[in-house]
C-alpha cells in the first residue's frame, strides 16, 4: 500500500516568508509525528498527534512553528517568518500502534 | 528526563565481520524497541522491533533485549559496505498518559571493504 507522502519534496524561501509543508500519513494510522533532522544531526522531535486527543507539542522550537492534523489524517506544519536556523529536513512519520514509518521529508532551505 | 542513549561513533568494522551497535534507555516503563536505519539523504527505515527479553533475529540482523539492565543492542553478521549508514534506536515512553515513541541520536556505522 500507500506508504507516507510528504510535500514538497524541496523548499527554498526567503528569511521572512511564511512555508507550508504537508504530510499524508499511511491510511488508517492513528498517530503522527513530525521531526527536524539538521545536517549530521539527530532526529529532533517537533510535535505529535494521537487520534483525537491534544497534540503534544513539547518540541516545536518557538511559536513561529504550529501544526494542525485535518480530520485526523493530513497534517500541515506551518513556519512564521522563517530564519536561516529553520534549514533542515522536516521528516513526517506515522504509525497504528507503535512502530513508526517515515515519509521522504522536506528540505527546506532559507535564504 | 526520559532518554535513550547511543554511542555517535563512527563505529568501523571489517566487511564479513560482525557489528554490535548498542543503546541504553531510561524510562524502566518501555516495552517496545526499535532499530532505524538511515542512510545518508534518505529517511529513517525500520529495520527491526523487539517487544520481549532476548534475542529477536531476521537474517543477517539479530535484536537483543535486556529489561533489567535497560540495554538493546543490533548485531549485525557477515557485514556488508551495503550496511554503512546511521542506526537509530528507539523506545516507548509514557508521557502524560501518552504512549509516544523517542529516539537516540543514531550511531554511524562504517563497513571497510
Known amino acids: 500500500g500507500a506508504g507516507v507522502s510528504q510535500s514538497p519534496s524541496n523548499k527554498v524561501t526567503e528569511k521572512g516568508k511564511d512555508v507550508e509543508l504537508r504530510c499524508d500519513p499511511i491510511?488508517?494510522?492513528?498517530?503522527l509525528y513530525w521531526y527536524r533532522q539538521s545536517l549530521g544531526q539527530g532526529l529532533e522531535f517537533l510535535i505529535y498527534?494521537?487520534?483525537?486527543?491534544?497534540?503534544?507539542k513539547s518540541g516545536l522550537p518557538s511559536d513561529r512553528f504550529s501544526a494542525e492534523r485535518t480530520g485526523g489524517s493530513v497534517s500541515t506544519l506551518t513556519i512564521q517568518r522563517t530564519q536561516q536556523e529553520d534549514s533542515a529536513v522536516y521528516l513526517c512519520?506515522?504509525?497504528?500502534?507503535?512502530?513508526?514509518?517515515f515519509g521522504p521529508g522536506t528540505r527546506l532551505t532559507v535564504t | 528526563q526520559k532518554e535513550v542513549e547511543q554511542n555517535s561513533g563512527p563505529l568501523s568494522v571489517p566487511e564479513g565481520a560482525i557489528a554490535s551497535l548498542n543503546c541504553t534507555y531510561s524510562?524502566?516503563?518501555?516495552?517496545?524497541f526499535f532499530w532505524y536505519r538511515q542512510y545518508s539523504g534518505k529517511s529513517p527505515e525500520l529495520i527491526m522491533s523487539?517487544?520481549?527479553?532476548g534475542d529477536k533475529e531476521d537474517g543477517r540482523f539479530t535484536a537483543q533485549l535486556n529489561k533489567a539492565s535497560q540495554y538493546v543492542s543490533l548485531l549485525i553478521r557477515d557485514s556488508q559496505p551495503s550496511d554503512s549508514a546511521t542506526y537509530l534506536c528507539?523506545?516507548?515512553?509514557?508521557?502524560?498518559?501518552?504512549?509516544?515513541?523517542?529516539f537516540g541520536k543514531g550511531t554511524r556505522l562504517h563497513i571497510l571493504p
Open positions: 512519520a506515522s504509525s497504528l500502534v507503535s512502530e513508526q514509518y
Open positions: 491510511s488508517g494510522h492513528t498517530a
Open positions: 498527534f494521537q487520534g483525537n486527543s491534544a497534540p503534544d
Open positions: 524510562d524502566r516503563g518501555s516495552q517496545s
Open positions: 523487539i517487544y520481549s527479553n
Open positions: 528507539a523506545v516507548n515512553v509514557y508521557m502524560n498518559r501518552d504512549d509516544k515513541i523517542i
